[in-house]
């Protein structure tokens, strides 16, 4: 195997290992990162799970060889699964968090004053055990004492679930391949809105629509077979293949645009680097290729 | 040097060889692509230039090792360089386009029916002679009867213009390093304000916020000292590192919110992929953080 590059600038690189991200979804393409320092690399009951410093973007998690988070831009995603709907409903008391091993959603979410219990599942200990370790921007909020974090299936736990207990339901998943792909069912969301108060909303990371259209398509229909209201939004997460990642906002009839309350979480006086309310507004305005794909 | 990637999906790549895209204004980071077939490789006056096949993107195009454009999301970067500011003026009737070799801006100017003249300055030959090869999706306006296309150098084309002329000029560059350097000076943004008529507009590309925070602060600071009016926008585009595109929009008091003309612009009918009035509208909403670096 052989790969090239900028020969001008290659002097300095000579000896070094590049991470190139592969993945059927999206062939021929992929992500490239010095893998600088190898920090931990093992295998779990689930998944093989690794750590490795990148010199740009700091210290990188992969699980299954796929770029789960990096130091350096996984706010946009965190900020983007928790403040918008979050923005809808800043009084939300009683939130679910599925999957998020890394702990990044719920440091979003314990920002929130209202906020008194976060349920979180994640299905495999390790994660949560290599993040406390490596990634501490990320999951000091684990321990925190509103979490109460739980190693579980998240399939079998919205099972075992209550009607109409929570305000939110956050599925921070993997990809729709491999354990993940679970989440991204219609079974699945049928207990999600089950589990939801009337003004509840779910939000879940919805894939790329550059090199994903099919598993876009897929998404979006499934999940507005379930839910009456439904409408996708975005962010741009530079280490993910496509960049432009799609979330879903669902509901029982709540509106991101008309029922955000601009005011109350200005209010907040949250700290964010991505998301802001003009922002919120915009990530629904999506590029014509997407909208077509969505409908 | 090395490199390693998923292991489980390696077998069908085993053989094939791997570009990275490697810069100094992103150490350690890169798109990583499958050079599938090289169709063209040489060297002009000015740059290398080199054409490649990718299974997931198309045709790819490198000058000096760095990605110009891809067959598959081109479109992004043309209809934002040109249809934001033209839906701030429909009725524009004299362009300038600087550099854009390949051809991808001047096919969407050429859409306009009220649009009259586009000068097109580039300075390498070269890069229009391949593009009319091996990009014609992209290429095929460069010899429209409304395109008058000269290979000059762009900063003396400017300078040797009279006053007061262009509706529109569209920086259209390769990074701020090597031959573009001199596209990203207050002397050349000097040339363009005055070339334009008073209620002209000039767009530029303008790097991106994640792995070049110095560039575009540089960019910013150097366009407002020139213009009475500056506010950067963005669109994404996966093959360009870091994603998330910045592009300028500069006049000398035009405001592309409230001076849009959004019903002229649909009445058009213009078929694009990426761009719609709406888009038009959130492409100015900035995440935070890139708001602070464009301070």
Request: glycine share 6%; hydrophobic share 40%; aromatic share 12%.
């Amino acid at each position: 195997m052989t790969e090239t590059g900028n020969r001008a600038n290659t002097t300095q690189w000579e000896s070094e290992e590049w991470y190139i991200e592969r993945s059927e979804l999206n062939p021929g393409f992929g992500i490239a990162l010095t893998k600088d320092r190898v920090l931990f690399h093992e295998r779990s009951e689930f998944q093989e799970v690794e750590i490795f410093e990148n010199r740009l973007f700091g210290n990188v998690m992969l699980i299954d060889n796929l770029v789960m988070v990096t130091e350096k831009d996984e706010f946009v995603y965190h900020e983007m699964i928790v403040h918008v709907p979050m923005c809808v409903n800043p009084d939300a008391t009683a939130a679910l968090v599925i999957g998020g091993g890394d702990g990044g959603t719920v440091r979003e979410l314990v920002k929130y004053p209202a906020m008194e219990r976060i349920d979180m599942v994640e299905i495999d200990r390790m994660v949560c055990d290599v993040a406390r370790q490596y990634l501490p921007t990320l999951s000091r909020a684990l321990d925190h004492e509103k979490v109460n974090l739980v190693y579980e299936d998240g399939i079998q736990f919205v099972k075992n679930t209550p009607d109409s207990i929570y305000d939110l339901v956050i599925v921070d998943s993997t990809d729709p391949v491999g354990p993940g792909e679970v989440l991204f069912t219609e079974e699945f969301y049928r207990d999600c809105i089950r589990i939801l108060k009337d003004d509840g909303i779910m939000t879940n990371q919805s894939e790329t629509p550059f090199v994903g259209e099919d598993m876009v398509r897929g998404v979006c229909r499934k999940v507005r077979e379930v839910f009456p209201f439904f409408r996708p939004y975005y962010g741009v997460i530079p280490t993910y293949p496509g960049a432009l990642w799609l979330f879903g906002f669902a509901s029982k009839g709540v509106d991101p645009l008309h029922d955000m309350r601009t005011e109350a979480w200005n209010r907040l006086g949250l700290a964010t680097r991505y998301y802001n309310t003009a922002l919120h507004t915009a990530c629904f305005a999506l590029p014509t290729f997407i909208q077509k794909l969505c409908e």
